[in-house]
């Protein structure tokens, strides 16, 4: 029973080097999301893919984030000079295709910037 | 600007006994609801969602209440088992705007449910 797959699981950068986290889908599921969750909050939107499509990046940084879904492949969430202030957990979620089906999480890469 | 809000962060009921957790909205947009409950070093796992042309959804111990006026819906968990200690997040969505992927989520009522 392959849900979200996310790894690593556990990441530590120092500032200034570059974060790639990467999420498998549920199989069959098409749409992927990504999601932030500092200490103490919620999750927080960041960006919506589909394969080879972002869909909503409206949550997501305008500098530094970056994300893809390939044809082939994980869907990576890319972070360029991280600084602390990224460190947080990052949750991947996918869907089938449609509106109101449910979103199903990883169990979220937990970053680190020292 | 928080649109969804969980007042009470933590919650504990004895076991055998109703967990009623709470959650308001501020975005009258939203029309899909949900909640999730998330174990430490996991991801949420959803547990039942609402759609605002209901105004309850039943399934198994958990049932959703979703008061439209007053933009409140809640999670009733009956008999609460042990196992049902984690935290709980309601989320919610604005299907009709096209914008169902963008789960706005509350910041979570840590449930704990006692012997």
């Known amino acids: 029973n392959a849900g979200v797959m996310q790894n690593p699981r556990h990441l530590v950068r120092r500032r200034g080097q570059e974060a790639r986290l990467r999420c498998s889908p549920v199989?069959?599921?098409?749409?992927v999301y990504w999601y932030r969750q500092l200490p103490e909050e919620g999750l927080k939107f960041m960006v919506y893919?589909?394969?080879?499509?972002?869909?909503?990046e409206s949550g997501m940084p305008k500098e530094r984030f970056s994300a893809e879904f390939p044809k082939e492949g994980p869907s990576i969430l890319r972070i360029q000079q991280v600084v602390r202030g990224d460190s947080a957990a990052y949750f991947c979620?996918?869907?089938?295709?449609?509106?109101?089906?449910?979103?199903?999480f990883g169990n979220g890469t937990r970053l680190t910037v020292t | 600007d928080q649109q969804v809000k969980q007042n009470s962060p933590s919650l504990s009921v004895q076991e055998g006994r109703i967990s009623i957790l709470n959650c308001d909205y501020t975005?009258?947009?939203?029309?899909?609801f949900l909640w999730y409950k998330k174990y430490p070093a996991e991801g949420p796992t959803f547990l039942i969602s609402?759609?605002?042309?209901?105004d309850k959804n039943e399934d198994g111990r958990f049932t959703v209440f979703l008061n439209k006026s007053a933009k409140h819906l809640s999670l009733h968990i009956v008999p609460s088992q042990p196992g049902d200690s984690a935290v709980y997040f309601c989320?919610?969505?604005?299907?009709?705007?096209?914008?169902?992927?963008?789960?706005?989520f509350g910041t979570g009522t840590r449930l704990q449910v006692t012997l």
């Open positions: 979620a996918s869907s089938r295709a449609g509106m109101d089906s449910p979103l199903h």
């Open positions: 199989k069959g599921h098409s749409h």
């Open positions: 893919l589909q394969k080879e499509n972002i869909i909503d």
């Open positions: 975005n009258s947009m939203f029309d899909y």
């Open positions: 609402i759609s605002s042309i209901k």
């Open positions: 989320a919610a969505s604005a299907i009709n705007t096209g914008t169902a992927s963008k789960l706005t």
